[in-house]
């Protein structure tokens, strides 16, 4: 019986923490911005975690189940903020499945837990110009992200219609009305 017990403890604390494990507790962005060249700071509670300097370019950050607010300037422009919300890394959900509660708990104090996208594009608009909210942005760059993501071989040329077509639309919308 203790054998048992102990084996199952070990098992527990050797598979524990996989998303730590195999996702890591850090995460590169990619930043963009619709014009580029802007400086970009990365904010997590009012701590600055990271800056692009300029835009387009790649940060790498701590991973969390915080909000990460991303405040852009560029000359000429005013400031264009954007939040991203952490989703959930399902790789966590392993640990329950192998009695990993440390793991889950690991998980969960790295940031591991938490996923964010690859990349993130903020539209600065010119003063007075009508564009598209950045919640219906985000919802476009995500459709995008997804159909890059599950895209099969097979289907390639389908989902680079696709994508091409969400792209047209979210160009259309952003561009400044006149």
């Known amino acids: 019986m ?3 017990l102990l084996a199952l ?27 580029p060249g802007a400086v970009c ?10 800056v692009v300097n300029p835009t387009p370019g790649t940060v790498r950050i701590s991973k969390s189940s915080r909000e990460l607010t991303i405040r852009c300037n560029r000359d000429g422009l005013p400031e ?8 959930f890394q399902a790789m966590t959900v392993g640990n329950l499945l192998l009695g990993g509660v440390v793991g889950i708990v690991v998980d969960a104090a790295s940031g591991a837990a938490g996923t964010l996208p690859s ?13 598209l909210p950045s919640e219906e ?21 389908r989902c680079d219609d696709q994508i091409r ?3 047209l639309e979210r160009q ?3 561009a400044p009305s006149s």
């Not at 050797?14 to 014009?35: D, K, Q, R, W, Y």
């Not at 990365?42 to 701590?47: G, I, P, Y």
């Not at 264009?80 to 989703?87: D, E, I, S, Y």
């Open 2 to 4: 203790i054998q048992r």
């Open 9 to 35: 403890i070990l098992l527990g604390l050797t598979t524990s923490a996989c998303a730590t494990l195999t996702t890591g507790t850090s995460h590169s962005l990619t930043v963009i911005t619709e014009p």
């Open 41 to 50: 700071e990365l904010r997590r509670s009012d701590n600055v975690i990271g």
């Open 80 to 87: 264009a903020v954007t939040t991203l919300q952490p989703g």
């Open 119 to 131: 990349s993130v594009t903020v539209t600065m608009a010119a003063p007075g110009a009508g564009t």
């Open 137 to 157: 942005i985000q919802r476009i760059d995500a459709r995008i992200e997804a159909l890059r993501s599950i895209c099969a071989p097979a289907e390639r040329a």
């Open 165 to 167: 077509a969400l792209e």
């Open 172 to 174: 259309q919308r952003t």
